[in-house]
């Protein structure tokens, strides 16, 4: 029997997900207790069902194997049992940092082109990186991930080739760039932000040169958020994932606080990128010789200058949303949807349409990159404590506290 509903499939590989134990059942209402976080890793393409007991099966049940036993998800994506090299011909370097190497390749037999981002496993664990692009790479503004390669040394990440600059490159060589226009931009990396804090993932690593355009074209919607080498999901203590609807009853205080702020530094990433493509300059490093500790006190300060230059032609409303988003109290700062409903992302049609001017694009990025440098150099390192001091065994500690109390009170009436 074929069930009454059509699962979305965003690629056509993603099929094989659909098994015939489940489709030719007909579909009932998910189970009332809700399913381990990490579940959907096993079954994503379609929707959970509750086993109706006494439904007859209407296909062979499956005995998994000792191998198929606690297989990791990830691991059904990675291909390891082909050679990278026999399906893709590397081509070029584009790009070299010290985790990873990222190329140019060809498919053999389709020729197509693709970006193969090479990661040692000796210097970065990328099995995050990957599990977030298999779930969220179909969103329109998300590089999508193609397929996956581990040879035990490297793995390779095929990835669609964007063909257009960065953002920031176009933006400060534009000839007619207009507030309007970064509006648009705004808009559109908010929301693709928004999505991915609601699914709990933070980015982590939103800087100018990994966000590009898809194509020459350079439209808003073709803007693509590129690495997701810093990006992490929202886990319990026990490392499984969270999704943000279980959130609040099974989060500790201290995670979601930490998840707050890095969504908070998501935000304030955009901010950066925003005073920059308004002001035509960096808000917190004019050179990229500025110095770590005269750009951290500048941050520090929680003082953005408004005024002057191209703040003169834009609207109030751009220096409001600026200063929300650049706000030195992450409490404080605008959250991803509170940022799509500022009047100056909701009324952008009334906004100017006049020129901005901008300083040597050079310098610009060399100032940005001097910023993200001092802010990697200011992470204070991990602190190993007790055992005892840990937020896990003072719960614990206090259960023991509450239940000694409650039987020593019988002793006390005798």
Not at 89 to 117: D, M, P
Request: aromatic fraction near 8%; hydrophobic fraction near 35%; include cysteine.
């Amino acid at each position: 029997m074929r069930p009454p509903f059509k699962p979305t499939v965003g690629r056509p590989e993603d099929t094989f997900h659909f098994d015939p134990e489940f489709t030719s059942r007909t579909p009932t209402d998910s189970p009332g207790i809700p399913p381990s976080a990490n579940t959907h890793q096993l079954f994503r393409g379609f929707s959970f069902v509750a086993t109706n007991q006494n439904q007859e099966a209407t296909v062979a049940p499956v005995v998994p194997s000792r191998q198929d036993v606690n297989i990791n998800p990830i691991a059904q994506h990675i291909r390891s049992d082909v050679a990278f090299k026999d399906t893709y011909e590397l081509k070029e370097e584009v790009e070299q940092t010290g985790a990873f190497v990222r190329k140019r390749c060809l498919h053999r037999i389709t020729a197509v082109e693709y970006s193969v981002k090479i990661i040692d496993r000796a210097k970065k664990d990328p099995s995050e990186e990957i599990e977030i692009l298999l779930r969220y790479g179909q969103h329109p503004n998300i590089i999508t991930l193609r397929d996956v390669f581990d040879d035990g040394k490297c793995v390779f990440l095929v990835l669609d080739v964007v063909r257009g600059n960065e953002l920031l490159d176009r933006v400060l060589r534009l000839p007619h760039f207009t507030e309007r226009d970064a509006s648009d931009i705004i808009c559109t990396l908010t929301k693709t932000v928004e999505y991915l804090h609601s699914q709990g993932v933070v980015h982590r690593d939103l800087k100018p040169n990994n966000i590009r355009y898809a194509d020459e074209a350079g439209l808003p919607e073709s803007i693509r958020i590129c690495d997701f080498g810093f990006a992490k999901q929202l886990r319990a203590e026990n490392g499984l994932l969270m999704t943000p609807c279980y959130t609040a009853t099974f989060m500790a205080p201290e995670v979601l606080r930490k998840q707050g702020y890095d969504a908070a530094c998501d935000i304030w990433s955009l901010g950066i990128l925003l005073y920059t493509m308004i002001a035509g300059f960096s808000p917190f490093a004019s050179s990229p010789n500025d110095t770590a500790e005269e750009i951290l006190a500048q941050i520090g300060s929680g003082k953005v200058v408004i005024t002057g230059g191209n703040w003169d032609l834009v609207s109030e409303a751009a220096k409001d949303i600026v200063i929300k988003m650049l706000h030195v109290d992450p409490h404080q700062r605008l959250t991803a949807p509170q940022v799509l409903r500022h009047p100056w992302i909701v009324e952008k049609e009334q906004l100017s349409d006049r020129p901005l001017t901008r300083q040597d694009a050079i310098i610009v990025k060399g100032a940005l990159s001097a910023t993200y440098c001092a802010l990697k150099r200011c992470a204070p390192a991990p602190v190993l404590e007790p055992v005892q001091s840990s937020s896990l065994a003072q719960r614990r500690g206090m259960k023991k506290l509450g239940s000694s109390s409650i039987t020593s009170e019988p002793k006390e009436k005798e």
